[in-house]
C-alpha cells in the first residue's frame, strides 16, 4: 500500500525564520509529487514535482525532489504570519494496471508568530 | 480555477438518516476522490474513483458508499449518518499525471 510520511507534524516559528518541511513516500510506480497549502478551506497547489522537474521555486517558496531517498523537501524564507497554514504532500503513482492515484500525507501545521 | 463544486456547502442531519452529498466537475477529469478532515487527522482518503462505474474504497471507507454514472459527478452517499461522520468533507479531480483540484468543502454535523 502507498504511504507518505509528512514531518514534522507541527512547527511554530517566528516570522523572518527560514522552514523545512520534509515528505518521504514509498509508492509503486512513482510519477510525482505535490505539494498544497491549506488554510481555513480548500488546499491550493503549489507545485509539482516529477522526474524531469526535480525543482521548483515560486518566490520565497522552493522545492526538492530527491527520487534517490524517495523524498522531498519545501523550503520557505523569510516566512510571514501569511504562511500559516497546514502543508499537505501527495504522492502520484500506477494503481491497478493503467491508473494513477494521489496518495495524501497527514501535513504539517505550521504557524508563524509576528 | 477548475470547475468542481460540492453541494451541499453546509448540511445538519439527524443521526440514522442517510445523507448524499454531490460533487460536480467540469473539466472532464478521469479521477476523482472524497476524503474527510477532521483536526489532527488531515485529509482521510473515503472512496475514488478511476472512471465511470469504477471505484475503489480508501482508509476510512466504512459507513459510506459512492457512485459515479457520469464522468462530472461522484456522489458520497452516508448510508446511516452517526455523530462520527460529523466532518468536513472534500472532493478532488485530476485528468492524470496533473495537480489535483479540491472542491470548496461540505461540513456536515450529524446530531
Known amino acids: 500500500e502507498d504511504k507518505v510520511v509528512q514531518s514534522p507534524l507541527s512547527l511554530v516559528v517566528h516570522e523572518g525564520d527560514t522552514v523545512t518541511l520534509n515528505c518521504s513516500y514509498e509508492?509503486?510506480?512513482?510519477?510525482?509529487l505535490l505539494w498544497y497549502k491549506q488554510e481555513k478551506k480548500a488546499p491550493t497547489f503549489l507545485f509539482m514535482l516529477?522526474?524531469?522537474?526535480i525543482e521548483k521555486k515560486s518566490g520565497r517558496l522552493s522545492s526538492i525532489l530527491d527520487k534517490k531517498e524517495l523524498s522531498s523537501i519545501l523550503n520557505i524564507t523569510a516566512t510571514q504570519t501569511g504562511d500559516s497554514a497546514i502543508y499537505l504532500c501527495?504522492?502520484?503513482?500506477?494503481?491497478?494496471?493503467?491508473?494513477?492515484?494521489?496518495?495524501f500525507g497527514k501535513g504539517t501545521l505550521l504557524t508563524v508568530n509576528p | 480555477d477548475a470547475g468542481i463544486t460540492q453541494s451541499p456547502r453546509h448540511k445538519v442531519t439527524e443521526t440514522g438518516t442517510p445523507v448524499t452529498l454531490r460533487c460536480h466537475q467540469t473539466?472532464?477529469?478521469?479521477?476523482m476522490y472524497w476524503y474527510r478532515q477532521d483536526p489532527g487527522h488531515g485529509l482521510r482518503l473515503i472512496h475514488y474513483?478511476?472512471?465511470?462505474?469504477?471505484?475503489d474504497k480508501g482508509e476510512v471507507s466504512d459507513g459510506y458508499s459512492v457512485s459515479r454514472s457520469k464522468t462530472e459527478d461522484f456522489l458520497l452517499t452516508l448510508e446511516s449518518a452517526t455523530s462520527s461522520q460529523t466532518s468536513v468533507y472534500f472532493c478532488?479531480?485530476?485528468?492524470?499525471?496533473?495537480?489535483?483540484?479540491f472542491g470548496q468543502g461540505t461540513r456536515l454535523t450529524v446530531v
Open positions: 474513483s478511476y472512471g465511470v462505474k469504477d471505484t
Open positions: 509508492v509503486t510506480n512513482f510519477r510525482s
Open positions: 516529477t522526474s524531469s522537474g
Open positions: 473539466e472532464n477529469h478521469r479521477y
Open positions: 501527495a504522492v502520484g503513482g500506477r494503481w491497478g494496471g493503467s491508473n494513477y492515484k494521489l496518495t
Open positions: 478532488a479531480s485530476h485528468g492524470g499525471v496533473t495537480e489535483a483540484f
